[in-house]
């Protein structure tokens, strides 16, 4: 059999099949059940800290067709976790014991202030997860929270701003 491994920016996993931030990595349960089937890694489903969410009650993707009508792809329109961070922490750091071959990294969003990315990084960085995604420009929420596409939209959260400060909440 073909060896799969793969050791991307030095995050390793059993093969390059991971799920991407959504539902499906959305609690130990799932991620573990992902796993079990054989994925080599998930990004965890974004998590923020502060004001609960609300997310949407119903389907939590969007369908997204083709000329003809068929479908082509789905959108993921959850914004963040409605989870509280505490769980989620727990739940990342107990995966990462019981799955060590297997990539974990999380995504983040929180408002584009230097103490609001120290306070949530310390926590997470405690889960032993293999990665963070720090998600500055999500396109389709949280503006109203300083969030998301906030950031794309005050000059003050420019590149030079995200630079400095994935430079210093290190």
């Given at each position: 059999?073909?060896?799969?491994?793969?050791?991307?920016?030095?995050?390793?996993?059993?093969?390059p099949?991971?799920?991407?931030?959504?539902?499906?990595?959305?609690?130990?349960?799932?991620?573990?059940?992902?796993?079990?089937?054989?994925?080599?890694?998930?990004?965890?489903?974004t998590?923020?800290?502060?004001?609960?969410?609300?997310?949407?009650?119903?389907?939590?993707?969007?369908?997204?067709h083709?000329?003809d009508?068929?479908?082509?792809?789905?959108?993921?329109?959850?914004?963040?976790?409605?989870r509280?961070?505490?769980?989620?922490?727990r739940?990342?750091?107990?995966?990462?014991?019981?799955?060590?071959?297997?990539?974990?990294?999380v995504?983040?969003?929180?408002?584009?202030?230097?103490?609001?990315?120290?306070?949530?990084?310390?926590?997470?960085?405690?889960?032993?997860?293999?990665?963070?995604?720090?998600?500055?420009?999500?396109?389709?929420?949280?503006?109203?929270?300083?969030?998301?596409?906030?950031?794309?939209?005050?000059?003050?959260?420019?590149?030079?701003?995200?630079?400095?400060?994935?430079?210093?909440?290190?």
């Amino acid at each position: 059999m073909a060896d799969l491994r793969t050791n991307f920016l030095g995050i390793k996993s059993p093969n390059p099949f991971w799920l991407a931030s959504a539902p499906p990595t959305d609690k130990e349960y799932n991620v573990v059940r992902a796993f079990k089937a054989g994925w080599g890694g998930v990004v965890w489903k974004t998590l923020g800290d502060g004001d609960p969410i609300v997310n949407v009650s119903g389907p939590r993707y969007g369908a997204i067709h083709g000329p003809d009508r068929r479908l082509i792809g789905l959108n993921n329109i959850e914004l963040i976790t409605d989870r509280p961070l505490e769980v989620n922490l727990r739940e990342i750091k107990q995966v990462k014991k019981d799955w060590p071959d297997r990539a974990v990294v999380v995504s983040l969003m929180v408002p584009c202030e230097e103490e609001n990315w120290k306070a949530i990084l310390k926590q997470v960085e405690e889960t032993d997860c293999d990665g963070i995604e720090l998600n500055f420009g999500c396109p389709h929420g949280m503006s109203e929270r300083g969030m998301g596409s906030a950031v794309g939209q005050v000059p003050e959260y420019g590149v030079a701003h995200q630079y400095n400060l994935i430079n210093h909440v290190g």
